[in-house]
């Protein structure tokens, strides 16, 4: 074996090769400008974390995971530095000291042996790239929903966690709650009859979440934003305020408006219930409010509606109020509704009533979402929101999405993944990336 | 030539013209709906200006006559030809992009000379990449590779990533000349291709790259090569491909490789899955190890299973944990007695995985055994155990519990009583009213709470015993629970106290009268309003108190009047209190009474009210509402040092709801707020509203 060869990954990429080499999958990236320490010797039996992404929800992750106490976070990413540097100081000062690393770019983070697993906090077209690299560098992963931005990027993510035997958790929450996993229980088991139709309420608009709505003027890049890194595989668009962090969910190039931010909650308790987590619809069509002027162009209103091979007919709706907002499953003797705030309800009545008995399906018990993930990478058992489930939670969601954009029934099938007979649609299943970034498939 | 002449021909061509442009604009689709050409030549010509920033209209326009162009390949041959013009035109970058965009969904290989000229160009090669990966055809192919050799840098390894998206079989020894590049970054990039195409064809090239190459380079042929193996998994040439992974489990493939081509060898082996995994189980290195046992949920037969789970003892306590888990997720019972023993291992983690284990794997004999951990101290160990108890599955599991109770002792009885809750064991309930009547307060108190889940109405005679022979004021409070719980499972709504009120006629016990009058009003059966109406003038005060409590926990604003006259008129100090704070929570409930109807009601209630908890109740029943007056009802009492924190609380609630229809009433509270709380946490909140509003 040469030198070189026994040179570690995190090593080659502290010399700087390695950044330079890793840009045929990855761009040539800014120089490491990171202050990367050394791993701090940690406390026996526990598991190493990094964060890749920390602003919103990539913090409100983090911090979940800081609450446990066999984590142990080691090192923050992001390509905002005021992200960044927020994040580390709520590392430090859980653990009263001041080694969190902090890294500009997450192939450095990947690249430390030390580092188990990573929680992935990131806009919806950066989903794809780091979940994929984590998986080839063996780190198991904590993502976000929805599982992916294109249909195609999914199972090439499922693909990669499967490959390498990595668990994965998504951020698929209302799993893990009593009221969700019990209403999907008593759906599963029968209470209320065949079901043959469900109502999935999700929110609609776009939501002002950073208060950056309108202020939509090309400017330079804040100095603490590297946007074009921020840009990354979408394709490129001059900076605006309006255009980033929260908001950018609300551009179709960089996110999927709110039916995308909530397919992967509502639409997947939905799927639990019923039991088809592992196959998709096959018919799907619906209508969608684009709006024709102004930056945000994702859906504000819509309302879209699949067949699965069941014959159950699932509908996902913003903006009409006579979907309820939640998951209604409605069968031949009754309904089931649930939603957040630990909510359920359902007629008969007595229906919440019923025990899910021992010979009954349970369905499974999480203990808590970020602690499931935790004791699944202890246990190398299944997470309650995997890979390959996430990505079914999300397919509806893609598929809605083409067929309201191009107005018509697309037809759908779910064993090979493939649009039947309509080659435009067909195309819309990937996205292409802005060079030098590319996705493993 | 004459203007005779000149005009004739002018005529003549202006007739040719307007035919021509009759039959070429308007063009039918597959769908029978006109696309009108002209419409989009015009819309062209606008979004030649088009830059980033402007009005979209015109691109939305472009969008929704394409649509209903549909899939006739005429039509959209003809469109096709309009953006290929627009592409060579002067249009402006955010243009292009956009018509590339839409001829990735539309274009054919008719377009590709012209994408062929922007590939090249490293300003406008992304877009002209973003059409040419969508369209099909060999002919896209031909130009990625010719483009390789007239491009560099970035450029080139965009066009590398597009023929590996392409998975361009065809394209495997061009690739092959790039993964020896001196850039490193390109040779990673048609690595990473021929990984995407997978091809055994890109195998001696992977193999060539892997023996010269080092760090990120050669870890990225080693993935692609895995991928090879994959693909020849997938297509079912099996020795192929378990050749291709034993070449990559060596000590110097890194880690995360060897894991992916161990478990690519797991799965391409067939019958011998099984020994491969046990051997690995037995001798391989740790990362493996952990992946072996993780797929013992993957093998295909199970009859290494048991020789399998013979090596738990010999593991480190966090495999341990990982195999008992994995067995329990097969669910095969042929390895019960190696979980039962590890039951009882030194290490608690492992102690913890063997009971939960047997969620699954137990059976009836081990009703014992779990019961008595469920008793045990350790609270995870216990609760553990009574999770498992509550699924153990069988025909005889019931009644085993059932009948292990009368001989268990207390702790144990306990636990075996609640698995029956759990359980929904309703054919326990016999024997949990014997129960009942256990000298051991914990047994007897247990029995009485599941009860609640477990008797139906048929047993309301007997649950109404247990109630008025209860021998404390803990297990009252308990059946009190318990008998409503059931009375509330009568199918007859408007009758669920009928024998709750015939028992209180029978019943001469006070306290025993009591109980009753309590679960008459947490019932809400309007039978009862009468009776406790008539129990608040009775002269003994503590039954006067039990119907202020009835009252107070009636389910619906019914009894509001009759709370409000004792918390206005009676000269106990008790008395007017608990029927003030009834008074106040039944305000809360729902009811159609309009809002400043209820603002009123707490307005009185804030007048009698003598101290500063009810006071604060009020204050919190104001926040549920939504509407200005109760907003200003709230604010006026914040200068009331005594209630600010609640007044401000109640305030911020009541703004956050009614904010979007209200902001300027919102905005006012909210600077108040902001200029006079010494509540840090709520400022900010309160500074995070106002940003919305503005």
Same mark, same amino acid.
């Given at each position: 074996m040469t030198d070189n060869k026994k040179m570690d990954r995190r090593e080659f990429f502290r010399n700087g090769a390695g950044l330079a080499i890793a840009? $045929?999958? /990855?761009?040539?990236?800014?120089? $490491?400008?990171v202050f990367a320490k050394s791993a701090a010797v940690l406390p026996g039996n526990k598991i190493t974390m990094g964060c890749i992404g920390v602003g919103w929800q990539g913090t409100s992750n983090m911090n979940n995971f800081l609450k446990e106490p066999d984590v142990r976070v080691v090192a923050v990413c992001d390509v905002d530095k005021d992200h960044l540097e927020n994040a580390r100081n709520l590392v430090n000062k859980k653990y009263g000291n001041q080694d969190c690393a902090v890294y500009h770019d997450f192939r450095e983070l990947l690249a430390r042996d030390d580092i188990d697993v990573v929680s992935l906090g990131l806009p919806d077209h950066w989903h794809a790239i780091p979940a994929i690299a984590a998986a080839e560098a063996g780190k198991d992963i904590y993502g976000e929903k929805p /599982? $992916?931005?294109s249909l195609v990027e999914g199972r090439a993510m499922c693909n990669a966690v499967k490959r390498y035997d990595r668990i994965w958790q998504t951020g698929s929450w209302q799993r893990s709650q009593s009221n969700f996993r019990f209403g999907s229980e008593l759906v599963r088991n029968g209470r209320i009859g065949k079901v043959h139709t469900v109502e999935v309420g999700l929110p609609s608009g776009h939501t002002d979440f950073a208060g950056t709505?309108?202020?939509?003027k090309f400017t330079t890049p804040p100095k603490e934003l590297d946007y074009n890194f921020w840009v990354g595989p979408a394709p490129y668009l001059p900076y605006a305020k309006s255009h980033v962090h929260k908001n950018w969910r609300w551009m179709l190039q960089f996110g999927g408006g709110q039916l995308m931010d909530w397919v992967g909650h509502h639409l997947d308790i939905a799927h639990w219930g019923l039991g088809l987590e592992y196959t998709g619809p096959i018919e799907i069509e619906g209508h969608g409010d684009y709006p024709r002027d102004g930056h945000y162009d994702t859906a504000t209103k819509y309302r879209i509606h699949t067949k699965y091979a069941t014959g159950v007919e699932i509908i996902i709706a913003g903006g009409y109020p006579e979907i309820r907002g939640g998951t209604k499953w409605i069968g031949e003797d009754g309904w089931i509704w649930v939603n957040r705030g630990g909510r359920i309800e359902a007629e008969p009545k007595s229906v919440l009533q019923e025990k899910i008995r021992p010979e009954d399906i349970h369905l499974y018990h999480s203990p808590g979402h970020w602690r499931n993930f935790i004791d699944c990478v202890k246990t190398r058992k299944t997470a309650i929101a995997p890979a390959e489930v996430a990505h079914r939670s999300a397919t509806p969601g893609h598929l809605g999405q083409i067929a309201m954009l191009l107005e018509r029934k697309i037809y759908f099938n779910p064993d090979t993944e493939e649009i039947i007979g309509d080659p435009e649609a067909s195309r819309m299943l990937f996205n292409s990336m802005r060079a030098p970034w590319n996705v493993k498939i | 030539m004459n203007q005779k002449s000149n005009s004739r021909i002018f005529v003549i061509a202006l007739v040719c013209l307007l035919t021509f442009s009759f039959i070429n604009v308007t063009v039918a689709s597959a769908a029978s709906q006109k696309v009108d050409l002209h419409k989009i030549d015009k819309l062209l010509k606008k979004i030649r200006k088009y830059k980033f920033g402007d009005s979209r209209e015109k691109l939305t326009e472009l969008s929704a006559v394409l649509r209903s162009a549909g899939n006739s390949p005429d039509v959209l041959l003809q469109i096709e030809r309009r953006f290929d013009n627009f592409l060579n035109s002067k249009a402006t970058f955010a243009g292009k992009q956009f018509i590339c965009h839409k001829l990735s969904l539309i274009g054919s290989e008719a377009s590709v000379p012209t994408l062929s000229k922007l590939l090249v160009d490293p300003k406008t090669s992304d877009m002209a990449r973003y059409a040419l990966e969508r369209i099909p055809g060999a002919k896209v192919n031909e130009t990625l590779v010719a483009a390789l050799s007239q491009t560099s840098g970035k450029t080139r390894i965009g066009i590398i990533n597009s023929l590996g998206v392409r998975k361009d079989a065809m394209a495997i020894s061009t690739l092959g000349q790039f993964v020896s590049d001196s850039d490193a970054a390109t040779a990673t990039a048609a690595l990473a291709a021929l990984g995407n195409i997978a091809? *055994? !064809?890109a195998a001696s090239i992977l193999e060539n790259a892997i023996a010269t190459t080092s760090g990120q380079v050669r870890v990225t042929a080693l993935a692609s090569y895995l991928k090879v193996a994959d693909n020849l998994t997938a297509s079912g040439k099996l020795k192929d491909a378990i050749s291709v992974y034993e070449k990559l489990v060596g000590p110097d493939v890194p880690a995360s490789i060897r894991v992916a081509a161990f478990r690519g060898q797991f799965k391409a082996d067939g019958d011998g899955a099984g020994s491969y995994l046990l051997k690995v189980i037995k001798y391989g290195d740790p990362q493996v190890k952990k992946v072996a046992i993780q797929l013992v949920r993957e093998l295909p037969q199970k009859d290494r299973l048991g020789q399998i789970a013979a090596e738990l003892p010999n593991l480190c306590p966090k495999n341990k944990v990982q195999l008992i888990t994995a067995l329990a997720d097969v669910g095969d019972h042929s390895v019960r007695d190696v979980v039962l023993k590890a039951t009882t291992d030194e290490n608690k983690n492992v102690r913890l995985a063997a009971i939960k284990a047997l969620a699954s794997l137990g059976e009836v004999v081990d009703v014992e055994l779990l019961a008595k951990i469920a008793a045990s101290a350790d609270r995870d160990e216990s609760g553990a155990a009574s999770e498992s108890l509550s699924l153990l599955r069988g025909n005889d599991v019931d009644q085993t519990i059932i009948m292990a109770i009368p001989s268990a002792d207390a702790k144990v009885k306990v636990a075996l009583i609640n698995s029956l809750g759990a359980r929904d064991a309703t054919s326990a309930v016999d024997n949990l009213l014997k129960s009942t009547? !256990?000298? !051991?307060q914990k047994v007897s108190k247990a029995s009485i709470k599941v009860l609640a889940e477990l008797?139906? *109405?048929?047993y309301m005679p007997q649950l109404l015993d247990v109630l008025v022979n209860c021998k404390s004021d803990a297990e009252r409070n308990d059946a009190i629970m318990t008998v409503t719980n059931v009375a509330h499972k009568i199918s007859d709504e408007k009758n669920q106290a009928a024998d709750v009120i015939a028992k209180l006629e029978q019943v001469q016990d006070k306290d025993a009268r009591i109980a009753l009058l309590r679960v008459l009003g947490k019932v809400g059966d309007e039978h009862a309003l009468p009776i406790l109406k008539k129990a608040l003038r009775n002269e003994d005060q503590d039954v006067q108190i039990a119907a202020i409590r009835a009252l107070s926990d009636w389910p619906t604003a019914n009894p509001i009047n009759d709370l409000l006259q004792i918390a206005k008129t009676s000269t106990n100090t008790r008395n007017q209190v608990l029927a003030l704070r009834g008074f106040i929570r039944l305000i809360k409930l729902e009811s159609d009474r309009p809002e400043k109807e209820s603002i009123a009601l707490y307005q009185q209630a804030m007048a009698l009210a003598k101290n500063a908890g009810e006071k604060r109740m009020v204050l919190s029943g104001l926040g549920e509402l939504r509407t200005v007056a109760a907003l200003n009802a709230a604010m006026g009492y914040l200068p009331n040092d005594e209630l600010k924190t609640e007044a401000e609380m109640a305030s911020f609630k009541i703004v956050r709801r009614l904010r979007r229809d209200h902001p300027k009433d919102a905005r006012k509270a909210l600077q108040k707020i902001i200029s006079t709380t010494k509540n840090e946490s709520l400022k900010k909140d309160a500074e995070k509203e106002l940003q919305r509003i503005k």
């Amino acid at each position: 074996m040469t030198d070189n060869k026994k040179m570690d990954r995190r090593e080659f990429f502290r010399n700087g090769a390695g950044l330079a080499i890793a840009a $045929s999958v /990855f761009p040539t990236i800014v120089p $490491s400008t990171v202050f990367a320490k050394s791993a701090a010797v940690l406390p026996g039996n526990k598991i190493t974390m990094g964060c890749i992404g920390v602003g919103w929800q990539g913090t409100s992750n983090m911090n979940n995971f800081l609450k446990e106490p066999d984590v142990r976070v080691v090192a923050v990413c992001d390509v905002d530095k005021d992200h960044l540097e927020n994040a580390r100081n709520l590392v430090n000062k859980k653990y009263g000291n001041q080694d969190c690393a902090v890294y500009h770019d997450f192939r450095e983070l990947l690249a430390r042996d030390d580092i188990d697993v990573v929680s992935l906090g990131l806009p919806d077209h950066w989903h794809a790239i780091p979940a994929i690299a984590a998986a080839e560098a063996g780190k198991d992963i904590y993502g976000e929903k929805p /599982f $992916s931005h294109s249909l195609v990027e999914g199972r090439a993510m499922c693909n990669a966690v499967k490959r390498y035997d990595r668990i994965w958790q998504t951020g698929s929450w209302q799993r893990s709650q009593s009221n969700f996993r019990f209403g999907s229980e008593l759906v599963r088991n029968g209470r209320i009859g065949k079901v043959h139709t469900v109502e999935v309420g999700l929110p609609s608009g776009h939501t002002d979440f950073a208060g950056t709505k309108g202020q939509d003027k090309f400017t330079t890049p804040p100095k603490e934003l590297d946007y074009n890194f921020w840009v990354g595989p979408a394709p490129y668009l001059p900076y605006a305020k309006s255009h980033v962090h929260k908001n950018w969910r609300w551009m179709l190039q960089f996110g999927g408006g709110q039916l995308m931010d909530w397919v992967g909650h509502h639409l997947d308790i939905a799927h639990w219930g019923l039991g088809l987590e592992y196959t998709g619809p096959i018919e799907i069509e619906g209508h969608g409010d684009y709006p024709r002027d102004g930056h945000y162009d994702t859906a504000t209103k819509y309302r879209i509606h699949t067949k699965y091979a069941t014959g159950v007919e699932i509908i996902i709706a913003g903006g009409y109020p006579e979907i309820r907002g939640g998951t209604k499953w409605i069968g031949e003797d009754g309904w089931i509704w649930v939603n957040r705030g630990g909510r359920i309800e359902a007629e008969p009545k007595s229906v919440l009533q019923e025990k899910i008995r021992p010979e009954d399906i349970h369905l499974y018990h999480s203990p808590g979402h970020w602690r499931n993930f935790i004791d699944c990478v202890k246990t190398r058992k299944t997470a309650i929101a995997p890979a390959e489930v996430a990505h079914r939670s999300a397919t509806p969601g893609h598929l809605g999405q083409i067929a309201m954009l191009l107005e018509r029934k697309i037809y759908f099938n779910p064993d090979t993944e493939e649009i039947i007979g309509d080659p435009e649609a067909s195309r819309m299943l990937f996205n292409s990336m802005r060079a030098p970034w590319n996705v493993k498939i | 030539m004459n203007q005779k002449s000149n005009s004739r021909i002018f005529v003549i061509a202006l007739v040719c013209l307007l035919t021509f442009s009759f039959i070429n604009v308007t063009v039918a689709s597959a769908a029978s709906q006109k696309v009108d050409l002209h419409k989009i030549d015009k819309l062209l010509k606008k979004i030649r200006k088009y830059k980033f920033g402007d009005s979209r209209e015109k691109l939305t326009e472009l969008s929704a006559v394409l649509r209903s162009a549909g899939n006739s390949p005429d039509v959209l041959l003809q469109i096709e030809r309009r953006f290929d013009n627009f592409l060579n035109s002067k249009a402006t970058f955010a243009g292009k992009q956009f018509i590339c965009h839409k001829l990735s969904l539309i274009g054919s290989e008719a377009s590709v000379p012209t994408l062929s000229k922007l590939l090249v160009d490293p300003k406008t090669s992304d877009m002209a990449r973003y059409a040419l990966e969508r369209i099909p055809g060999a002919k896209v192919n031909e130009t990625l590779v010719a483009a390789l050799s007239q491009t560099s840098g970035k450029t080139r390894i965009g066009i590398i990533n597009s023929l590996g998206v392409r998975k361009d079989a065809m394209a495997i020894s061009t690739l092959g000349q790039f993964v020896s590049d001196s850039d490193a970054a390109t040779a990673t990039a048609a690595l990473a291709a021929l990984g995407n195409i997978a091809q *055994p !064809d890109a195998a001696s090239i992977l193999e060539n790259a892997i023996a010269t190459t080092s760090g990120q380079v050669r870890v990225t042929a080693l993935a692609s090569y895995l991928k090879v193996a994959d693909n020849l998994t997938a297509s079912g040439k099996l020795k192929d491909a378990i050749s291709v992974y034993e070449k990559l489990v060596g000590p110097d493939v890194p880690a995360s490789i060897r894991v992916a081509a161990f478990r690519g060898q797991f799965k391409a082996d067939g019958d011998g899955a099984g020994s491969y995994l046990l051997k690995v189980i037995k001798y391989g290195d740790p990362q493996v190890k952990k992946v072996a046992i993780q797929l013992v949920r993957e093998l295909p037969q199970k009859d290494r299973l048991g020789q399998i789970a013979a090596e738990l003892p010999n593991l480190c306590p966090k495999n341990k944990v990982q195999l008992i888990t994995a067995l329990a997720d097969v669910g095969d019972h042929s390895v019960r007695d190696v979980v039962l023993k590890a039951t009882t291992d030194e290490n608690k983690n492992v102690r913890l995985a063997a009971i939960k284990a047997l969620a699954s794997l137990g059976e009836v004999v081990d009703v014992e055994l779990l019961a008595k951990i469920a008793a045990s101290a350790d609270r995870d160990e216990s609760g553990a155990a009574s999770e498992s108890l509550s699924l153990l599955r069988g025909n005889d599991v019931d009644q085993t519990i059932i009948m292990a109770i009368p001989s268990a002792d207390a702790k144990v009885k306990v636990a075996l009583i609640n698995s029956l809750g759990a359980r929904d064991a309703t054919s326990a309930v016999d024997n949990l009213l014997k129960s009942t009547n !256990d000298p !051991d307060q914990k047994v007897s108190k247990a029995s009485i709470k599941v009860l609640a889940e477990l008797a139906s *109405p048929k047993y309301m005679p007997q649950l109404l015993d247990v109630l008025v022979n209860c021998k404390s004021d803990a297990e009252r409070n308990d059946a009190i629970m318990t008998v409503t719980n059931v009375a509330h499972k009568i199918s007859d709504e408007k009758n669920q106290a009928a024998d709750v009120i015939a028992k209180l006629e029978q019943v001469q016990d006070k306290d025993a009268r009591i109980a009753l009058l309590r679960v008459l009003g947490k019932v809400g059966d309007e039978h009862a309003l009468p009776i406790l109406k008539k129990a608040l003038r009775n002269e003994d005060q503590d039954v006067q108190i039990a119907a202020i409590r009835a009252l107070s926990d009636w389910p619906t604003a019914n009894p509001i009047n009759d709370l409000l006259q004792i918390a206005k008129t009676s000269t106990n100090t008790r008395n007017q209190v608990l029927a003030l704070r009834g008074f106040i929570r039944l305000i809360k409930l729902e009811s159609d009474r309009p809002e400043k109807e209820s603002i009123a009601l707490y307005q009185q209630a804030m007048a009698l009210a003598k101290n500063a908890g009810e006071k604060r109740m009020v204050l919190s029943g104001l926040g549920e509402l939504r509407t200005v007056a109760a907003l200003n009802a709230a604010m006026g009492y914040l200068p009331n040092d005594e209630l600010k924190t609640e007044a401000e609380m109640a305030s911020f609630k009541i703004v956050r709801r009614l904010r979007r229809d209200h902001p300027k009433d919102a905005r006012k509270a909210l600077q108040k707020i902001i200029s006079t709380t010494k509540n840090e946490s709520l400022k900010k909140d309160a500074e995070k509203e106002l940003q919305r509003i503005k």
